[in-house]
Structure formats: structure tokens, C-alpha cells
């Protein structure tokens, strides 16, 4: 059932049963507020909605009793409906990054750590445990590879040796700005940075950086599906590309490898829209959520590594070897400052506009 209809038939029902000379918007609020056996979540849809339905959703419904309908929003839509005071859902699944943007606009709740039941707080991994948002999973940006230009044993192991272009030639691909942040990272690790000293950011040293690899870079990409295409048709031998990007690919028969070492990881998270119809449902459907087992099942099917670490213990070890956040690949990477990106996000904009034009 999509949100539309949803509301349509409530609507049709509730005008049916009351009559519609005596509705006004708060009363119509109110009542919805204490009917409410509903929780609406925003999900991009797609394979990850289906799987989430599996590992989430369904439980959920069945251990409360509570019906879980999942809708797919843009950010741009989720801060159109705040600002208009027209709150269609109650739970936000998406970038850590955006909930970020929501929560310096007012427009999110504080998780309620203190009622969970379902989810001890402390499993979960604590740079992820926020006051307005709590994470969901991991995804990571790794350095991706084709197999028929290196070996698995003479390939880049670094972001210095993927900067390197005599000693491992080809074209290359790096992320543009418009897919969300360029690489500057990367570009810092390459010139001797250590990931523990990377923010903040040294916008002038990393800019320096880029402009040292620009000549081998072939493209940057804006989008996860363009890289992957890129990287499964060789016309880059080498690039930066989210891990579930490249793995579907290689999935699929293209040869292609991760290097993991110096991966970038960043964060799904859950938030919850302040005033939300369905407010007392919306955290007890994120409690069920970032619980172990929930945890186990996406992670199992999509490969993204679960913010829950008692998760880790549940899943098959053969896994572990490539999904991020895993201990063992959690220790080769970092974790991406969002935060500094979105108090930094107006002046890199303005940087790389001026940069790539250079």
C-alpha cells in the first residue's frame, strides 16, 4: 500500500464515520495521533526495501503488533514536508550527512535511548550512538580495481600507491562533488597524512594533492551507477566506488577487486521526524531495528556492515572478509567526519567549482 492511498482511505473512512462539517486540522491531528497502530518509515525502496520488510519490518509487526508502511522521500522532499508542517512519516533511513542537515533545521527528534526494551544501546558501535539520530549500517568508499590490469598480489594497497601512476599505469576515477563529497581524504592519505590527523580537513594540501593525480584521471563520477559502469567496462583500471557498487558488479562477472585497505566508512542512519504522527511507534520501531538479529539479516543479504557489533557474532565469518565494518576492515579504514562536512560543505563547494575549471 504506498503513502498516498494510505491517506486516502483514511480519509475517505474518517469523513465517512463523522461527517465532514465538523473536521478541522487539528481534530483531525489529534484523532490520528491516538488511532494510530501505524508507523510510517522513508526508504529509498527497491532491493533495500524488500529486505528490510525481511529483516524489519515484518518482525516488528509481528512482535507489537504494529503495521510498518515504508515510503521512498528525496531529502529535498523530507525538508519540504518540515518546513511545510506537513508530516507524511515518521522514521528517516538515510545518510548520516542528511540527518545532519535535518537536525540543524529543527526538524528531527531525540532518540530515546532510555525506552528501549528491544536494543541495549551499548552494542552499538558509540561513534554511532547519537542524540537525534542512531546509526543503521555501515557502507564503506574503498579503492576498486580490475583484475586484469593488476593481481591481487601487485595491485595499489594504498591511496599513496594509487597516486603513483609509473609504477601502476592505467586511467583512473574519483568521486565529483556532485555525488555528495569529493575525495579530499584520499587525496591527504596520498601525500602522507595519517587517517587518525585527517580532520580537519587541509583543504590546501588536499587541493595540491589533486591536481598531482588530475592528468590520469579519466573522469569523476556523480554517481554510484556510473562508477560501477565505468569500472565493469575497463575504461578505468582504477577508482574509488562504494563497496556494494563494485561487489555487484564482480557479482555479476566483471573483473573486479576491492583493495580495503584505507577505506572510507560512512553511515545509514535512523532519525525521527519532531511531531511526528506516529512519535511513541517511530521509536520503538528504531529500537527493534538497530537490534542484533534485525542487524544480522540485512547485513547477510546486502552486505552492509550493521551498526549493532553483537550483529558481527551472528554472521557467517566467510562474510566478515568483505563487508565493511567488520572488526578486521574496520580497522584498515576511518570514519568520515560528517559533521565536517557540513560545516565546511559551502566553502569546498566553492573550492572545487573554482578547481575544476583550472
Known sequence: MTRKTFLQMKRRDFLKGTGAAVLSAPF????ARAASNQVVVRNPGGVYEDTMRKAVYDPFTAATGIEVISVPATFAKL????????????????????????EREGAIEKIDYDSWTFTDPSDITPDLVRPHMVGNFLFATVMGYSTEAFSAGNHPGSWAEFWDVE??????????IASGQPNLEFALLADGVAKEDLYPLDLDRAFASMTRIRPAIKKFW?????????????????????NGRLQSAAKGGAPLAIEWNENMLQVQAYGIFKDAPNAENAQKLVDFACGSEPGKVFATALNYGPANRKAYDLIDPALLAEMPGSPELAAKGFLQDVVYWEDNREEISRRWADWVIE
Not at 28 to 31: A, K
Not at 79 to 102: F, N, Q
Not at 225 to 233: E, K, V
Open 28 to 31: 483531525l491531528n489529534l484523532s
Open 79 to 102: 525538508m519540504a514536508m518540515y518546513r511545510a508542517g506537513h508530516l507524511e512519516l515518521d522514521v528517516i533511513d538515510i545518510s548520516d550527512g542528511a540527518l545532519v542537515k535535518l
Open 167 to 176: 609504477k601502476y599505469p592505467g586511467d583512473r576515477m574519483l568521486a565529483d
Open 222 to 242: 556523480d554517481s554510484g551507477a556510473l562508477s560501477a559502469q565505468m569500472m565493469a567496462d575497463q575504461e578505468v583500471v582504477l577508482g574509488s566506488i562504494w
